[in-house]
């Protein structure tokens, strides 16, 4: 009757230690792939940390319409620089005040233009701007210049 009871202890201290390593085991494996997500999430924040993000955007402004571009990002946007589909004859000339030589976090440019001077109301815009992450990022916009 001891032996059975010795091969009973026996067997279930090695299921214990079986179960307690298969556990550990899986711990780790968890805890590795934790540690690589909260890397990678680290990684984008510093991505986006040296990141200038533009927005565009038309509203109203009386009779005129205003044309504002607006750095979103927690970077220092370089060098700006503003392209359209076709000549925009509403706007007040581009080239006097692009290329802009720098626009920080949450500031913004705005162009004062008459809708009523446009040929068409759909127009291609084309940014381009330089930051701490890229140099010559591009982004294109479709608005919609109507009144």
Known sequence: ??????????????????????????????QEEINALQLDRMLKEKEDDL??????????AGANRILCITN??????RDLRFACSEELTALPDPGKLFPYPSLRPE????MKYA??????????????WDDDLKEGNCESYTLSLSS
Do not use: N
Not at 5 to 21: D, E, N, P
Not at 107 to 110: F, I, L, T
Not at 115 to 128: A, D, K, N, W, Y
């Open 115 to 128: 809708p009523e001077m446009l040929e068409t109301t759909i127009q291609t815009v084309t940014l381009e």
């Open 72 to 77: 979103t990002g927690k970077a220092t946007a």
């Open 51 to 60: 990141r200038a993000r533009m927005e565009i955007r038309s509203s109203k």
């Open 1 to 30: 009757m001891d032996q059975i009871g010795t091969v009973i202890s026996f067997l279930s201290l090695a299921l214990c230690g079986w179960v307690y390593f298969r556990h550990e085991k899986k711990l780790k494996t968890q």
């Open 107 to 110: 500031e913004s440019v705005e």
